[in-house]
């Protein structure tokens, strides 16, 4: 398995931008499909965005036109830029591997970091 940690996290104002990274160890990135979740307090992890390891990406309804995903494999690194951040967006924010396709299941990634918390205040 690959580990993972998240970095970029913060309190940002409604409208602002975020750009989150998450680091991988292990020499094999490249073959991941990488995912980004987010979860409140005593709601369910959600989906945000996945990128394939060809770089197919995929997006929740609720983020697309905001948020990038994209992916460094020279960097072992995949990002997610957040922009017109809105106060709904708070939240920990979980960075996920897994081999074969991008899934929106949370079950379905095998690796998954520590979270960085965006708070987005209104």
């Known amino acids: 398995q690959v580990q993972l940690v998240e970095s970029g996290g913060g309190l940002v104002q409604a409208g602002g931008s975020l750009r989150l990274s998450c680091a991988a160890s292990?020499?094999?990135?490249?073959?991941?499909?990488m995912g980004w979740f987010r979860q409140d307090p005593g709601k369910e992890r959600e989906f945000v965005a996945a990128i394939s390891s060809g770089g197919t990406t995929s997006y929740a309804g609720s983020v697309k036109g905001r948020f990038t995903i994209s992916r460094d494999n020279a960097k072992n690194t995949v990002y997610l830029q957040m922009n017109s951040l809105k106060p709904e967006d708070t939240a920990v924010y979980y960075c996920?591997?897994?081999?074969?396709?991008?899934?929106?299941?949370?079950?379905?990634?095998?690796?998954w970091g520590q979270g960085t918390q965006v708070t987005v205040s209104s």
């Open positions: 996920a591997a897994k081999y074969g396709p991008i899934w929106t299941i949370p079950k379905e990634y095998t690796s």
């Open positions: 292990g020499r094999t990135f490249s073959s991941y499909a």
